[in-house]
């Protein structure tokens, strides 16, 4: 801390420093500072998301729906649908710490939270919409990476999910009571799931594999 670093013989001036060399840039600290996004999601969309922004979960754990990267508008459309159904939806709600890799990315075991006091939620058309619950969920701890350009804005977030824990926005869904499809459901390899998700059709098995074993 600054009081060791004193008493160690580094000046003031070398702390200011080093504390200013070492600052996590603006937009990490607002991704992650553990407050709502409705009163924080315009923010960062105008000012610190890049306009070719892109979200993705990864790892062997993801849900194979999620793995092909989002857009920014969509990403925003997916952030806003859970916001509206769960009000104080918070990426970080335990405020876990941030550190950097060696790749110059920043990232946080996290917890995402919302409590479900908004409208009927269902993370996709064609699944049936949960109404008001009233439960609160905590989806993780997952990963979250934030890549920067040269200029600070966030270009890439990437989220790995753990073993055997609900991850994403169907997490949410489950965790209220939604029923994912299952094999041979209606809306599994239909245009419609597999467009709104952005399903590669040579991925089209292993999801179908995925609901199979999470159903």
């Avoid at 924080?40 to 092909?68: I, R």
């Avoid at 619950?133 to 890549?147: A, N, Q, R, Y």
């Avoid at 977030?157 to 499809?181: N, Q, S």
């Amino acid at each position: 801390d600054v009081e060791a670093a004193l008493a160690g013989g580094k000046t003031q001036e070398e702390i200011d420093a080093y504390i200013a060399a070492n600052a996590l840039p603006a937009a990490v600290v607002k991704f992650f500072d553990g407050e709502p996004m409705a009163g924080k999601a315009e923010e960062l969309m105008g000012t610190h998301f890049d306009d070719s922004m892109t979200l993705a979960f990864v790892g062997d754990f993801a849900p194979p729906p999620l793995k092909e990267p989002l857009p920014k508008a969509m990403a925003g459309e997916v952030i806003g649908g859970l916001v509206k159904s769960f009000p104080d939806f918070t990426f970080n709600s335990g405020k876990a710490p941030v550190y950097k890799a060696e790749d110059g990315s920043y990232y946080a075991d996290i917890v995402v939270s919302g409590t479900h006091t908004g409208e009927a939620y269902a993370p996709m058309p064609g699944l049936t919409p949960v109404e008001k619950t009233d439960k609160k969920v905590d989806i993780g701890p997952e990963k979250f990476s934030l890549f920067l350009s040269e200029e600070g804005k966030v270009v890439k977030i990437t989220i790995e999910p753990k073993e055997g824990k609900p991850a994403g926005p169907p997490g949410f869904y489950t965790e209220i009571g939604g029923v994912l499809p299952g094999p041979g459901a209606a809306t599994v390899g239909s245009p419609t799931f597999h467009m709104v998700f952005k399903v590669p059709k040579a991925d089209e098995a292993e999801m179908d594999a995925y609901w199979k074993e999470h159903e």
